[in-house]
């Protein structure tokens, strides 16, 4: 499983500090696709029936997009952390959406709290989330 990073803002003059803001999300991406790997939580609860199963060749999830609005936007109070994320049922890719980088950030915590060692392998939660800070 491949965790991508896609910029949606027209092809433009990018200032030199939203170009570190996407290299903090493509080291997030890459952070959180070696804990997901490691520490293969395994649930208390009994196994949600709707889960895709990830395998260590990627053979069904095969990857998830990041697709960020902006790079441009500033850290302050304010900015809109809210995001998308999309893990379909029957695998293949899966998408996180966001405004700003920071959902973006926030989409990967939330992404690496649906993923639970299912004996056989790691398995996701196939969902549909919207979510933002309140």
């Known amino acids: ?20 803001r996407g290299t903090w999300i493509k080291d997030a991406a890459h952070r959180y696709q070696e804990l997901i790997w490691y520490e293969k939580w395994t649930p208390v609860q009994v196994a949600y029936p709707n889960t895709t199963v990830l395998t260590p060749n990627g ?8 697709r960020v609005d902006n790079l441009t936007t500033k850290l302050d109070v304010g900015i809109d952390e809210s995001y998308t994320l999309d893990i379909p049922a029957s695998g293949g890719v899966g998408v996180i959406s966001a405004k700003a980088y920071v959902g973006a950030l926030r989409a990967l915590e939330t992404f690496s ?5 299912a004996g056989r392998g790691l398995q996701v939660h196939a969902s549909h989330i919207e979510d933002w800070p309140s």
């Not at 499983?1 to 570190?20: C, E, F, K, N, T």
């Not at 053979?59 to 990041?66: A, M, N, Q, R, T």
């Open 113 to 117: 709290q649906l993923v639970s060692n």
């Open 1 to 20: 499983m491949a965790l991508d990073v896609v910029h949606r803002q027209a092809r433009q003059s990018i200032p030199s500090g939203s170009a570190l």
């Open 59 to 66: 053979s069904v999830l095969k990857k998830i997009e990041i």
